[in-house]
């Protein structure tokens, strides 16, 4: 098992900056790709960000391509998201997952998930 734990999120005004944190326990946190998704209410969760297993190829969502850049730290088995230019439409619970392969954008191919940290921008 790998026990994930976000934290960083918080309340900030549109154009503001926030960097959330995924601390990774549990497993070796080489083997695994890093995703970032986030769910507003009423909605599904949807794919923010990815990192390869040692950090050399990231991916992201077309509407946070520019503004968002994920990155990772092994030796303190964490990964970041650190968020610029926030909208209101970045609103949201993000989350941290961890996955074996490359290339996932949807949530159902990720094993673990931490609990959530809440991210609410004010336009």
């Known amino acids: 098992q790998m026990q994930l734990a976000e934290s960083g999120g918080g309340l900030m005004q549109a154009g503001g900056s926030l960097r959330l944190s995924c601390v990774a326990s549990?497993?070796?946190?080489?083997?695994?790709?890093m995703g970032w998704f986030r769910q507003a209410p009423g909605r599904e969760r949807e794919f923010v960000a990815a990192i390869s297993w040692t950090g050399g190829s990231t991916m992201y969502a077309d509407s946070v391509k520019g503004r968002f850049t994920v990155s990772r730290d092994s030796d303190k088995n964490t990964v970041y998201l650190q968020m610029n230019s926030l909208k209101p439409g970045d609103t949201g619970v993000y989350y941290c997952?961890?996955?074996?392969?490359?290339?996932?954008?949807?949530?159902?191919?990720?094993?673990?998930w931490g609990q959530g940290t809440q991210v609410t921008v004010s336009s």
């Open positions: 997952g961890a996955t074996a392969g490359w290339g996932h954008r949807v949530h159902r191919e990720y094993d673990y």
């Open positions: 549990g497993r070796s946190f080489s083997s695994y790709v």
